[in-house]
């Protein structure tokens, strides 16, 4: 399985659709300070179901929502969906081809989407799960967190190597 | 489930040692229980040893040191259990550079099994990508994304 | 007592409205107290506003948007009362190319008034001093002091 | 006032003495991962009176001292001087120089010297009251802190405000 392609819309900073074209090998993503490197880092959590607005670094799950700018009028949803090319048969599905997509109204609604057929977060958890993708797992690690692994307590320590084991 | 357990740890162990000498050029690593009568439940204790030096309390490592043991420790557990895709955000801004050359090259190497995508502001790191991405705001607080040749970026 | 905290503290604020706009190239920034009715005991709050984007909790801002905002912050106290030397250890390692060049020169500036001793990877803050000194470990463990000329530092 | 010269020896990796010479303007100190940079920005916060083994990133008082090396044995002290150059009189002091030395030895005792001449940590500490300067200043920056003054308790980021007030 690899991530193929991301498509961003409403999502922080990304208030025009933007799509992200991936590859086996290494991708590197630049820009300035505050360009939006990091909300992307955040888009593949939250399409991964992740629930906490604090892990996304917001104060309530609206904030994900493009909130407008000086020139711009904030959008009502923000939409994220990740395409994954599933030809080795990884994820627990027929279908070669894999697209997951989350959405966030701001009166709080959340829709879910597996290859367009609307579902629960709990299908999408549970099709990541034994993978280390999904919101657990320890695949993604967010900016100046690296270091978090030598300083938490040896309790949630252990809770990675739980994952991995 | 003790026993797998034990046998799981022992594993990222050994791979603990081989990516802190692989990255550090040296030295030792391990991971402890802090109470082996309590396989299940104990906690674990991280302990390395930068190449020439010392056995010291982790408090004492510098900044770039503490940084690339935690990054082994990472690595070792995508050896043990890798997972397809992996995205790391600016995990190399403490490092000098012959360390971060040292981490290019092996990212390179493990990413001939697991895709990456790395957030960067580092160049050694861009010249080990397969594919640069830009992500600009041309309209100020609005992002968007263009393609980056290598020699565009300043270093 | 409470007179001569607000005005101090007005002054703090000022500096960094102005500290905040020279460092971002726009942008307001402030400081509150939580509590009007207790200007001894209470706590302060930040405020900050990159140029073009919405006012927003500081939580959201980036890696390197906060940084330069701390860093806004020590500067305002600094400029409200300077002290002879000042010993920054690594301060800038999340600041793009072109804010490291805004924060180089900025510090360029302030060393007419006080000394400053600063510790970096970084090839502009290296570009600003007036002296370099290379600190290296020949016996492993043990640290010694070099002078260095900066074009054998490699980028 | 300005910090002419740091003298240290055994403190840290500084097994062998070291003199750094400083002069107004900038001094940039550079070098590889581990090799000491972050050691001279802890002897200097040392000398000026810092009690807690937690700011010097050790354990107990007794880890600045050099403990050795896989070639090297440890040493019994750890010593560290710093001169500064007070032509403009900001110290409360008669002297155009001024020096300042702390040394501790591997029994928990402690020396601190004034132009040379035995005193207490508080004649150091009321020294460089009101300088901005020493243990409670905010003129020492540590590696990984410069974010920590937001996020602060607002209480602590009083503490500050009140000192540089
Ligand atoms: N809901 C939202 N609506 C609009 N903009 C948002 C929203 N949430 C976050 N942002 C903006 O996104 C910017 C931060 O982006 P991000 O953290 O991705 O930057 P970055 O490219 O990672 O920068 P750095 O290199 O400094 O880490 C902030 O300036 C913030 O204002
Ligand atoms: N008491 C001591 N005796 C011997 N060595 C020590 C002692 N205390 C710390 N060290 C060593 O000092 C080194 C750390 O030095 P320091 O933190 O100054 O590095 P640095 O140059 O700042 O590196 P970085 O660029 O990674 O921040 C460690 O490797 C540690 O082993
Ligand atoms: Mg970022
Ligand atoms: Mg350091």
Known sequence: M??????????????????IEFDKGITAIVGPNGSGKSNIADAIRWALGEQSPKTLRGGKMEDVI??????????????????????????????SEVSVTRRVFRSGESE?????????????????????????????????????????????????????? | MEERFSQEF?????????????????????????DQSD?????????????????????????????????AILFAILKRKPTSFCVLDEIETSLDEGNLDNLSRFIQEFSRDSQFIVITHRRNTMQVSDVLYGIVMEEKGISNIVSVRLEDRAS
């Open chain 1, 112 to 165: 879910y989407y597996i290859n367009r057929t609307p579902c629960r977060l709990k299908d999408i958890v549970e099709m990541f799960v034994d993978t280390g993708i999904g919101k657990d797992g320890y695949s993604i690690i967010g900016q100046g967190r690296v270091e978090e692994i030598l300083s938490m307590h040896s309790e949630s320590r252990r809770e990675i190597f739980e994952e991995a084991a």
């Open chain 2, 10 to 34: 022992e594993l990222i162990n050994q791979h603990f040692q081989e990516v802190f000498s692989q990255l550090f050029g040296g030295g030792t690593a391990r991971l402890l229980l802090e």
């Open chain 1, 2 to 19: 690899y991530l193929k392609r991301l498509e961003i819309y409403g999502f922080k900073s990304f208030a025009n659709r933007v799509r």
């Open chain 2, 39 to 71: 396989i299940l439940g104990s906690g674990i204790e991280i302990v390395a040893q930068p190449p020439g030096k010392k056995l010291q309390n982790l408090s004492l490592l510098s900044g770039g040191e503490k940084a690339l043991t935690a990054i």
């Open chain 1, 66 to 95: 493009f909130s407008g700018t000086q020139t711009r009028k904030p959008l009502g949803f923000a939409e994220v969906t990740l395409v994954l090319d599933n030809s080795d048969g990884e994820l627990p599905t027929e279908f």
